[in-house]
């Protein structure tokens, strides 16, 4: 009997594509996404990555899909009001759908999916990878607690993407029995498979040397990713260790962490923003990705390089740490804003080349288990037991 699945997504994201493909391969699976927002080109480069423009990979082929009708004043994926979606009841009434997947629940639109499943009696399921790490106000959590206690335990399914974020499901009442893993995945590149001539490209592009460690910054350049800090330690490295830094991104911090690398003589080149398409150059020409990032909730640039078997530094706030980094192993996981720590890393990476092979091997195997597959089996496996009343 074919099961039919809503996904409700508050606009499209090139990293869920895959994975919507994947699930709508599925036997016996009818699956539809439903959208609340396209972000233009301009909302693309006020959200922080400093240029407008639109993905250069394809977001919508391959699964069914619509966009539904957001009557917002101001639509934005960024604000809790810009996504507001009253239509969504009746487009899952008709659609009589067998179970609905929230991607959240930090827009109206989110909140008015969970609440038309709650007077219809649809079987709903949440997937976050919200974290009990976060250095939130302790009135905030404990404003919290009560509704987030009463809104969680009555989903009929949780999806985390990892470890922290099962810790917060179960923290505010989430059913063991009824939470699945879900994990964060990132499709791997066909270029990945052979990067030799796309590494020699990249290191020309952006003149490193080619006997150099190059340590990637790939994201934002935004006060949380903290790019500064980064600045600091390929400089504190470079004075030992034949260490340069690539920096793949833009954004409002862009001339400060340009200035920063000037007055500190640090070896870091800027190749700006580059699309999806344009990354593999990135991953292809580094040898480790720097993640020191402050308040990150999962990092899937940390999937993308360790699907190019790139080693990973993260911050201890990084929220794929726990499953991704294991530590000398795939990678290391640093104190916040102790960029001398980091530092200390990278010499140790670019100083022992037979070390960092066998950890590139290592961060293939570890991440072969966060694929789109594995995240289309936690969901099957989440409407199994909705249908079996486990």
Same mark, same amino acid.
């Given at each position: 009997?074919?099961?039919?699945?809503?996904?409700?997504? +508050?606009?499209?994201?090139?990293?869920?594509?895959?994975?919507?493909?994947?699930?709508?391969?599925?036997?016996?699976?009818?699956?539809?996404?439903?959208?609340?927002?396209?972000?233009?080109?301009?909302?693309?480069?006020?959200?922080?990555?400093?240029?407008?423009?639109? &993905?250069?990979?394809?977001?919508?082929?391959?699964?069914?899909?619509?966009?539904?009708?957001?009557?917002? +004043?101001?639509?934005?994926?960024?604000?809790?009001?810009?996504?507001?979606?009253?239509?969504?009841?009746?487009?899952?009434?008709?659609?009589?759908?067998?179970?609905?997947?929230?991607?959240? &629940?930090? =827009?109206?639109?989110?909140?008015?999916?969970?609440q038309a499943c709650w007077r219809e009696g649809t079987a709903v399921m949440a997937? +976050?990878?919200?974290?009990?790490?976060?250095?939130?106000?302790?009135?905030?959590?404990?404003?919290?607690?009560?509704?987030?206690?009463?809104?969680?335990?009555?989903?009929?399914?949780?999806?985390?993407?990892?470890?922290?974020?099962?810790?917060?499901?179960?923290?505010?009442?989430?059913?063991?029995?009824?939470?699945?893993?879900?994990?964060?995945?990132?499709?791997?590149?066909?270029?990945?498979?052979?990067?030799?001539?796309?590494?020699?490209?990249?290191?020309?592009?952006?003149?490193?040397?080619?006997?150099?460690?190059?340590?990637?910054?790939?994201?934002?350049?935004?006060?949380?990713?903290?790019?500064?800090?980064?600045?600091?330690?390929?400089?504190?490295?470079?004075?030992?260790?034949?260490?340069?830094?690539?920096?793949?991104?833009?954004?409002?911090?862009?001339?400060?962490?340009?200035?920063?690398?000037?007055?500190?003589?640090?070896?870091?080149?800027?190749?700006?923003?580059?699309?999806?398409?344009?990354?593999?150059?990135?991953?292809?020409?580094?040898?480790?990705?720097?993640?020191?990032? +402050?308040?990150?909730?999962?990092?899937?640039?940390?999937?993308?390089?360790?699907?190019?078997?790139?080693?990973?530094?993260?911050?201890?706030?990084?929220?794929?740490?726990?499953?991704?980094?294991?530590?000398?192993?795939?990678?290391?996981?640093?104190?916040?804003?102790?960029?001398? =720590?980091?530092?200390?890393r990278l010499a140790l990476l670019a100083d022992d080349p037979t070390a960092r092979?066998?950890?590139?091997?290592?961060?293939?195997?570890?991440?072969?288990?966060?694929?789109?597959?594995?995240?289309?089996?936690?969901?099957?496996?989440?409407?199994?037991?909705?249908?079996?009343?486990?």
């Amino acid at each position: 009997m074919t099961q039919r699945l809503a996904i409700v997504a +508050s606009h499209p994201v090139q990293y869920q594509a895959p994975w919507f493909r994947n699930l709508a391969a599925q036997p016996g699976l009818d699956v539809e996404v439903l959208f609340g927002h396209y972000a233009s080109g301009r909302e693309q480069a006020q959200a922080g990555f400093g240029v407008e423009f639109d &993905w250069d990979i394809p977001l919508l082929d391959g699964y069914a899909h619509r966009f539904l009708t957001n009557v917002a +004043s101001q639509p934005s994926v960024n604000t809790f009001k810009g996504i507001d979606t009253p239509g969504i009841g009746q487009v899952l009434r008709q659609g009589r759908f067998d179970a609905v997947l929230a991607l959240g &629940w930090h =827009t109206r639109g989110y909140w008015q999916a969970i609440q038309a499943c709650w007077r219809e009696g649809t079987a709903v399921m949440a997937r +976050s990878d919200s974290h009990l790490h976060d250095a939130r106000p302790l009135l905030t959590r404990l404003a919290k607690e009560l509704p987030y206690r009463y809104f969680i335990s009555r989903l009929d399914a949780c999806l985390p993407v990892g470890s922290w974020s099962r810790d917060y499901f179960l923290h505010y009442g989430a059913r063991p029995e009824r939470t699945f893993l879900v994990p964060h995945c990132a499709a791997l590149h066909p270029e990945a498979e052979r990067p030799a001539a796309l590494r020699l490209a990249g290191r020309q592009t952006w003149d490193l040397p080619q006997d150099a460690l190059v340590c990637l910054l790939a994201g934002k350049l935004i006060p949380r990713k903290c790019p500064l800090d980064f600045v600091r330690a390929i400089a504190h490295a470079s004075r030992s260790a034949a260490v340069v830094g690539l920096v793949a991104g833009d954004g409002p911090l862009r001339e400060e962490t340009s200035r920063l690398a000037q007055d500190l003589n640090a070896p870091v080149r800027f190749a700006g923003f580059l699309n999806q398409g344009e990354m593999c150059r990135a991953y292809a020409a580094a040898d480790v990705l720097v993640l020191p990032s +402050s308040q990150e909730t999962w990092g899937l640039v940390a999937n993308e390089a360790m699907a190019w078997g790139l080693p990973c530094v993260v911050s201890e706030l990084v929220g794929c740490g726990p499953d991704l980094v294991e530590e000398g192993v795939t990678g290391f996981t640093v104190p916040l804003h102790d960029f001398e =720590t980091l530092a200390g890393r990278l010499a140790l990476l670019a100083d022992d080349p037979t070390a960092r092979r066998a950890m590139s091997e290592q961060v293939r195997q570890r991440i072969a288990h966060f694929t789109p597959q594995a995240a289309t089996d936690g969901v099957l496996q989440a409407m199994a037991a909705i249908r079996e009343g486990a």
